[in-house]
């Protein structure tokens, strides 16, 4: 059984990205100086946690198109590591926050869309819901650190996150139908599937943000905190916590969820039985009957 349904690239796979890049208009030589920063930090156990900031003050950290293809290429990059190069240097959880005080991503860079034709608009769609997909996709699982607003696309990418924390002050909403648009990078189906269709309708209907408090009410996050870089701080503690666990069992939990959550409960349980089939002949699942019996704090290494 296939550990992920799709790849990175898959919804343009009918475009290559080199068309792409050009019929948007994007210089591939600067999309590496657009403001996306990652950073490595060492967790326990020697594992490590991959913090992901967007970092664009002047337009509150808009999806533009730089910004996109270079997130693309970053996760492209460490979901190559993770699944074929060394153990040591892998990834086992994936942070996404923002460097820009009271803002997480302000959604769409609409001075950008509004100078697309028909045909760029329609590319540049499927451009953004390959990187949500590359997102939700990432072998490892990945936190959405909401320290401030997250509107449009930005909740959408928040949205492609496993766990979201979001700030007490923070506002976030699909408001897409306020300007005659809907979501369109997965932000309707995503939300629907998080929250219930009733609530989910109504959130996208009316196009109004809702506060921290609300989206933790109704199931948008999974945390809510308060303070100065509270979100990032509580998924920074989620994620050292995370890095303690069985690698392979992270992976094979999150493929068990994601592709047996859309599915009948008869074949949920027999996707759950196979990626526990897996496991069974690993070392890291021997090292943790043992350390358990030993009452010790297990020593994975992935295999």
Request: hydrophobic residues 40%; charged residues 25%.
């Amino acid at each position: 059984m296939r550990l992920f349904t799709r790849s990175i690239y898959s919804s343009i796979s009918v475009l290559p990205r080199r068309r792409l890049t050009t019929e948007l208009g994007v210089d591939e030589g600067r999309v590496f100086e657009s403001s996306i920063d990652v950073k490595l930090a060492h967790a326990e156990q020697g594992s490590k946690i991959a913090v992901i900031t967007m970092n664009d003050p002047k337009v509150k950290n808009a999806l533009s198109k730089a910004s996109v293809f270079k997130m693309l290429d970053i996760i492209q990059r460490m979901q190559t590591e993770q699944l074929e190069g060394s153990k040591k240097n892998r990834v086992r959880a994936l942070i996404l926050k923002s460097g820009v005080p009271g803002v997480f991503c302000a959604g769409a860079n609409l001075k950008e869309r509004q100078e697309m034709s028909r045909s760029q608009v329609e590319a540049w769609l499927r451009v953004q819901r390959s990187l949500m997909d590359a997102i939700s996709d990432f072998p490892y699982p990945t936190l959405a650190a909401i320290d401030g607003h997250a509107l449009g696309g930005g909740l959408e990418l928040a949205l492609a996150c496993d766990i979201r924390i979001v700030n007490a002050k923070a506002k976030v909403g699909l408001v897409e139908t306020r300007l005659g648009i809907i979501p369109g990078a997965g932000g309707t189906q995503r939300l629907a599937r998080l929250i219930g269709v009733g609530r989910a309708k109504e959130h996208i209907f009316v196009a109004e943000p809702v506060d921290g408090r609300e989206a933790h009410r109704i199931g948008i996050a999974n945390h809510l905190v308060e303070g100065d870089e509270g979100a990032f701080n509580k998924s920074v503690e989620i994620a050292k916590k995370i890095c303690g666990r069985g690698p392979r069992a992270l992976r094979l939990a999150k493929a068990a969820i994601d592709n047996g959550s859309q599915t009948s409960l008869d074949t949920g349980l027999d996707i759950e039985h196979a990626y526990y089939g897996q496991l069974l002949d690993s070392t890291d699942r021997a090292e943790g009957m043992k350390a358990f019996v030993e009452k010790r704090e297990p020593v994975y290494t992935g295999d």
